[in-house]
């Protein structure tokens, strides 16, 4: 059990580092998608029993993370009509080099952390310290909006994989995960009527620039 | 179930929005609904609700000591925005007027929230629901502001998150039964795993404070507030980063009660006094006004922090401070909104002579600006005097200084930008423009009543008042 749980929490530190080595859009995209899946089907593994709750939040977290967040950051992609993050604040090997650093200091400082037992042996907090890491790079490292948005998503993961270790206990705190990853509908849905507005408003913007300059 | 109503009616107006057909008849829901819930809150500030001990939601004494202001405000901004709502009717209001009420919902829900996941979903919520108000004006720097606002203030979210997992955390590993109500918090005190409470300390803080618009987390304070209308300004900058407050205040107590309440104020204070420097130092640079109004945002949760650094004294004078600053803040963004809409822009370098363009709009600015820079005998004043006391009486004649001296450079930028609007001769594609904006009572009496509110709590500050901000103050600091 602890295995399986582990080995997931170890692709999702290894998806951080690809990630944050791309310098293509799709690809970050689809880093941060499988990230998401991966994570979503982790409740699954926590239970001893089939719990139809804990499945129905899997199955959730993996079709909004997994497919619709994704597909929306696509569209707006596409309509935005940009492919690559070009000139980021952070280069793509300084910003490799910074998430591996961190990854190995989340490994490494969990040791001075007070943790249950049942927690001590697992990649939960790790993880979570890593994607938390990763998710600030790439938030203050990028120039575009949509790259920026998938290191709010690694942030958001870093989060979810840490709830994860009260799963048992609250619930409700879960829950609210699940109504963060609402935020970043919205999110979404916000640059892609930015780029609307740009796109079908453009006569009318242009104007009110000139009345303000 | 009175403490529900607060929650429910506003959220009854917000839905009647959405399915009301009538443009022109729609911001009437506003003053309707804002003004029950104000009726409501009043109703319970003076007959508190017995209070159910381990409930969800409950109108407890520091809801009591706070909601009742962010409702008044509310009020005053819901009667201006009908006069503005009709000014701007070029724009559809449907998903206005609805945001609008479903963010008082949204604040009374947060402000009685009395458990750690419920409170961070409410005041996320309510962070949601701004956004299509900051965006009302449909222009790239408003798409830009909101952009920021999600990005900074949407990070701040996760962060408080994952500050409550971590209180969460403290409580499973000393034992806890898993309920994460504030009152169960609290009662497992010392039982709390104290690394762990202090970790969320700081995530809860940096997280909230975002929210609050704490320096160095402010950024998305100026753009937002600038290009937002001045009537959504007003209630992020007195309802909003109210209902932050107070959720600072409340994982405080937890934090106090598991004995780390001298690293809580420690922090506390050293992150009031540099958003306090911080906004000086901007107000001193800024040469725009709606920006300026930003900045001293910043300052004034700056104020309020340290108020409550400062022991039971100090949270008696912040919540004090929490009804000067809403009430102050209603009254200076509202008269603001009228006068950007006369001069049709905002930098001193444009805008010049509006005593003239909007003689009552531009006195109301003036009178808002002494009150907001704590002049007597506005009610500023006497809280912040309160703060300055509080200070003393525990011993941190620095951090007075700092204030004091914080307050004399906000003072500084204030006048400054005021009187280079209001002053002069006013430009001539100015003028014509302000022919054409009519200082209609709709737009005048709200911030006029607002300011009168806060020179009366200044100057005859009611004893109903003071005993809720007593009882708060004592839920946050029990007796030993």
């Known amino acids: 059990m602890s295995e399986a749980v582990n080995f997931l929490i170890g692709l999702a530190m290894g998806l951080n580092l690809l990630a944050l080595g791309s310098g293509r859009l799709p690809s970050v995209i689809r880093t941060v998608a499988t990230q998401g899946m991966v994570l979503g089907l982790l409740p699954l593994f926590l239970e001893s029993r089939f719990n139809w709750f804990v499945a129905l939040l899997a199955f959730l977290t993996v079709s909004v993370k997994g497919f619709v967040i994704p597909t929306l950051l696509r569209r707006a992609m596409r309509s935005a009509n940009i492919e690559r993050e070009i000139e980021p604040f952070i280069g793509f090997v300084p910003s490799l080099l910074l998430g591996a650093l961190g990854t190995i200091a989340a490994i490494s400082c969990v040791r001075a952390l007070p943790l249950l037992p049942e927690h001590a042996g697992t990649l939960f907090v790790p993880g979570a310290l890593a994607s938390i890491f990763t998710g600030f790079i790439l938030l203050v490292g990028r120039v575009k909006a949509i790259s920026q948005v998938c290191g709010y998503l690694i942030l958001e993961n870093g989060i979810y994989l840490f709830g994860m270790l009260l799963i048992h206990s609250t619930p409700l705190l879960v829950e609210s995960g699940i109504l963060l990853d609402l935020t970043v509908g919205i999110f979404v849905i916000g640059i892609i009527v930015d780029r609307i507005q740009r796109a079908f408003d453009s006569l009318d913007t242009r104007k009110l620039t000139v009345l303000r300059e | 179930m009175k403490s529900l109503l607060l929650i429910f009616v506003p959220l009854l107006g917000s839905a009647l929005a959405v399915a009301w057909p009538r443009e022109r008849t729609r911001p009437l829901l506003l003053p309707i609904f804002g003004g029950a819930h104000t009726l409501l809150a009043f109703w319970m500030l003076f007959d508190p609700p017995p209070l159910a001990p381990n409930g969800w939601f409950g109108f407890d004494p520091l809801a009591r000591a706070v909601l009742p202001a962010v409702s008044l405000l509310f009020l005053g901004c819901a009667v201006y925005g009908v006069s503005y709502l009709r000014i701007r009717s070029e724009r559809p209001n449907r ?5 609008l009420l479903l963010i008082l919902s949204l604040l009374s829900a947060g402000h009685q929230a009395r458990h750690l996941g419920l409170l961070w979903i409410t005041t996320e919520a309510a962070t949601l629901a701004t956004v299509p108000l900051l965006h009302f004006n449909g222009t790239p720097r408003a798409f830009e502001a909101t952009w920021k606002y999600l990005l900074i203030g949407g990070t701040g979210i996760a962060l408080s998150l994952l500050g409550s997992f971590c209180l969460g955390y403290a409580s499973f590993y000393g034992g806890g039964s898993g309920d994460l109500t504030f009152a169960a918090l609290v009662a497992q005190g010392a039982g709390l795993s104290r690394p762990w409470v202090l970790i969320a300390w700081v995530l809860v803080l940096v997280g909230y404070g975002t929210k609050m618009g704490l320096a160095p987390m402010h950024t998305w304070k100026p753009d937002a507030y ?3 209308p001045g009537i959504v300004g007003a209630i992020l900058a007195g309802g909003v980063t109210t209902v932050a407050f107070t959720a600072i205040l409340r994982v405080r107590a937890v934090v106090e009660a598991a004995g780390e309440g001298g690293v809580a104020s420690t922090t506390m204070l050293a992150i009031g006094l540099f958003s306090m420097l911080i906004a000086a130092l901007l107000l ?3 040469r725009d006004f709606k920006r300026m109004l930003a900045y001293s945002s910043v300052e004034h949760m700056g104020i309020l922090v340290i108020g409550a650094a400062l022991g039971r004294v100090g949270v008696w ?11 102050t803040k209603g009254s200076l963004f509202l008269s603001a909104g009228n006068i950007r809409r006369a001069a049709g822009a905002r930098t001193i370098d444009e805008v010049c002579g509006m005593s003239a363009i909007t003689p009552r709009s531009a006195a109301l600015f003036v009178a808002g600006m002494f009150a907001v820079t704590a002049c007597p005998p506005f009610a500023p004043f006497f809280s912040e005097l309160r703060v300055l006391r509080a200070a003393f009486e525990t011993g941190h004649a620095i951090t ?11 003072f500084f930028g204030l006048t400054r930008l005021v009187f280079a609007i209001v002053d002069g001769r006013p430009r001539v594609t100015a003028k014509s423009a302000g022919i054409l904006v009519r200082e209609t009572r709709g737009v005048i009496l709200p911030p006029l009543i607002l300011l009168g509110l806060a020179l009366w709590l200044g100057l005859a500050t009611p004893q109903v008042l003071q005993d809720a901000w007593t009882a708060a103050s004592e839920q946050l600091f029990p007796a030993q």
């Open chain 2, 400 to 410: 007075a200084a700092v204030f004091l001296g914080g307050l004399l450079f906000a």
């Open chain 2, 95 to 99: 998903v206005f007027v609805a945001s």
């Open chain 2, 317 to 327: 004078a912040a919540l004090f401070h929490v009804w000067s600053n809403s009430l």
């Open chain 2, 226 to 228: 600038g290009e937002a």
């Open chain 2, 284 to 286: 001193l640079a800024t």
